[in-house]
């Protein structure tokens, strides 16, 4: 139910690593470490600006499908949240009730807050536009949302966000749908497998299939027991391909966005806007800092 650690950041690692990259380089005061710095620096907003611009073209391109007209592939949802049927998620900490939830829980120690808990859940939930449901997988995805709340207790302080039952969801990434008859299915395997699962039962084996009572089952007997099998395999597979169709939304392959959001699209796409143009604004400020720090002699 829970992962961790929790990425409560996803657009921070250009941020992170630069901070880290200049730290060392005002430690060390050599104009071979701060041209260094300079360049990564400019590397890691390149990097950021790719990010951000893609992630933005992605939202604006992309056209809103219905779920039960989508094409399989990437797609983009819009819908009401809905939790998985017979299913309850609370936050391990306020216990609220909600779709999915992402907490960090910090200690004050010596007058700074240290962080000592991460997590987030990966119970996977549904999106519901009228025309069908659609269960998004939150393994792997950028949950932005605008639920969050911060609680102290004595020395500890609890950050979650949420996203809740009725929230309307933006979701933008690879979709695929799948019923009952198109599992692929090995009876031949299947019925391997379940035979090693009795044998490593063997007095249960006995007590099924040894007819004589000697305490061995022979090849008569087994025989038995393989017919036994396959006879369970055929109804286990029976009750498969019956199953109705079902719609589900994950991680896409090739590093392309999988995002799941309560915020509208334009507001996102603004976000990355925004993001971009941080990233570029900065690759030129990182370019200017190559050329001053090659004059300097420190």
């Not at 992605?58 to 049927?85: C, F, K, M, N, Y």
């Not at 979709?175 to 007095?203: C, E, H, I, T, Y």
Request: glycine share 8%.
């Amino acid at each position: 139910m829970i992962r961790g650690p929790a990425r409560r950041w996803h657009d921070a690692p250009p941020f992170f690593l630069q901070a880290v990259i200049f730290g060392f380089a005002l430690a060390s005061a050599s104009r071979t470490a701060w041209i260094a710095a300079f360049c990564l620096g400019a590397a890691l907003n390149l990097w950021g600006w790719q990010r951000a611009f893609g992630k933005r073209r992605h939202i604006l391109d992309t056209p809103t499908s219905r779920i039960a007209a989508a094409a399989q592939g990437d797609v983009e949802l819009i819908g009401v949240g809905r939790p998985l049927a017979e299913t309850q998620l609370l936050t391990p900490h306020s216990r609220l009730p909600c779709l999915w939830y992402r907490y960090t829980v910090e200690r004050r120690e010596n007058e700074r807050w240290r962080q000592v808990d991460t997590g987030e859940s990966d119970l996977p939930f549904l999106l519901d536009d009228g025309s069908g449901h659609c269960e998004l997988d939150p393994h792997g995805a950028e949950i932005l949302t605008s639920h969050h709340e911060t609680r102290s207790e004595g020395d500890t302080r609890i950050h979650e966000s949420l996203l809740l039952e009725g929230d309307r969801l933006y979701a933008l990434g690879h979709f695929a749908s799948v019923n009952g008859a198109q599992a692929r299915l090995d009876q031949r395997l299947d019925v391997a497998d379940l035979l090693a699962d009795w044998k490593r039962d063997q007095p249960e084996l006995r007590q099924r299939f040894d007819l004589d009572g000697n305490g061995e089952i022979e090849a008569h007997e087994w025989a038995l027991a393989r017919l036994a099998a396959e006879r369970e395999i055929a109804r286990q597979h029976q009750a498969i391909r019956a199953r109705p169709m079902t719609h589900t939304l994950s991680q896409p392959d090739a590093g392309r966005p999988y995002l799941i959001s309560n915020r509208p699209p334009r507001h996102l796409g603004r976000r990355y806007a925004w993001l971009a143009a941080l990233h570029l604004a900065l690759f030129a400020g990182m370019l200017a800092g190559i050329g001053w720090a090659a004059q300097q002699t420190f």
